[in-house]
């Protein structure tokens, strides 16, 4: 490089031609009405969107969490009503064995204190019968085999084995035919 | 062109010896429309195709956009926020930065598109190499932050919020308004386009200088010279991975004094 060469081209490099000025405007206004008309908008849409898709899934998924949290605690709360329903339930029922239990024990107490009761009446009224039908019969019956041991000859045994077991016969079916008294 | 052309042919005349970097790359000879304010030479064709190329990129991927990115989209989202929340937002603060970020996001990838064909074989040559595109772009920053300010304020409280310092004894006014005026008005708008388009140029001059010393050194020179080759060739590629850092940090700077600079002229406080 030679400074006569330099010098040669005579050209100053700091004043511009106009076809340099025109060229690089056209250049230039292209490329800025391009970016300002075209990339810039496409850039700042794609940009929006993408944040709007990033805080709609965030809220999205707050959403979702708190409906989550408000299940949980809706079935944890239903759950502890559950176990106090059934602890109530429990106890309930269990007093109200202990109300049967202790209801049935005095009934059957009662029923077989009435049982006994009823059943000494009975005894008692049947000896009483009983008593006051030997009274008025062993007189009767006392006479009825004298006289008939009386009646009969005493000689023979036969015979008189035969009154006597027609004698305890007779007492028999007198008895069976009778029916017993308070019963 | 006279003189361009009387470059070409020195340059033609030197054709058996060593091709050095020359201005005349960054002025070739049109090939369209020549005379014309639409005079289309190699580099306005390399800006266009810079231009087209960035125009597609981004274009297919804001068609292709999904909600659920793919690696391509990714890549790209990742590219775009670095300009929109690591430049624009952290400069303006996310509200006041939605007005500006049509502009912020195309200077920074238009720059960076025009800046890395410098580095793409058969191109070999940044757009923003020629002081028009950075020109053209620093206008549109200075108007926009005047702009703004104007909008902001009204035309003088526009002028008084950045020309009079606040909290400073006024005969220090003296001095500070033609110092903040030259600052806000001149230097800033100077330096940011400067800048830019010195940075493409050497580090193209810089590439030229390297790789044709190499094949220099590798075919022309004596016998015994060649060695050298080896010694400009890596020094080629280290410049060229240093450009391949240049071309993303001039985009990055560029945007980020544009924002720096619009933010101050809105801004209520210095």
Known sequence: MTPELILASAKNPLLP??????????????????????????????????????QGGIEKAEKVQAEADQALAEYQKQLADGRAEAAR??????????????NMKTQAHAESERIVAQAQTQIEAERQTAMVQLRSEVGTLATDLASRIVGESLTDDQRSANVVDRFISDLESQSSAQPVKGA | MGTLNAANTMIQAAESGYHGPSMAEFFPAAFLFEGTPFEMNRVMLIRVIATVAVVVLLAVWAKRMKLV????????????????????????????????????????????????????????????????????????????????????????????????????????????????????????????????????????????????????????????????????FAGGFFVFILEMLIVVLQAYIFALLSCVYINAAISEDH
């Not at chain 1, 106009?18 to 794609?46: E, G, M, R």
């Not at chain 2, 191109?123 to 005047?146: A, F, Q, R």
């Not at chain 2, 140029?201 to 010279?225: E, I, K, P, R, Y």
Request: overall charge neutral; glycine content about 6%; hydrophobic content about 55%.
């Open chain 2, 69 to 232: 990115p793919g690696r391509f989209q990714s890549a790209m989202e990742l590219a775009m926020e670095f300009v929109t929340v690591g430049i624009a937002e952290d400069t303006f603060g996310k509200e006041r930065a939605k007005k500006f970020m049509p502009l912020i996001v195309a200077i920074f990838f238009g720059i960076l598109f025009w800046n890395v064909t410098k580095l793409i074989p058969f191109l070999n040559m940044p757009g923003t190499g020629v002081i028009g595109l950075p020109i053209v772009l620093t206008l549109t920053v200075y108007v926009t932050y005047h702009w703004a300010g104007i909008a902001e304020k009204g035309l003088g409280g526009y002028l008084k919020d950045s020309l009079i310092l606040p909290g400073v004894p006024w005969p220090m006014h003296i001095l500070l308004i033609p110092i903040e005026f030259i600052t806000k008005f001149i230097t800033q708008p100077f330096t940011l386009a400067i800048r830019l388009f010195a940075n493409m140029m050497v580090g193209h001059l810089l590439l030229v200088l390297c790789f044709s010393a190499t094949t220099f050194f590798l075919v022309d020179a004596a016998n015994g010279f060649q060695f050298f080759s080896i010694v400009t």
């Open chain 1, 89 to 102: 339930l429990r106890a309930e029922a269990q007093e109200e064995g202990a109300q049967i239990i202790a």
């Open chain 1, 17 to 54: 031609a106009w076809y340099d000025i025109i060229w690089s405007a056209i250049c230039l206004l292209i490329v800025f009405l391009v970016v300002w008309k075209y990339v810039l908008p496409a850039f700042n849409k794609t940009l929006d969107e993408r944040a709007e898709r990033i």
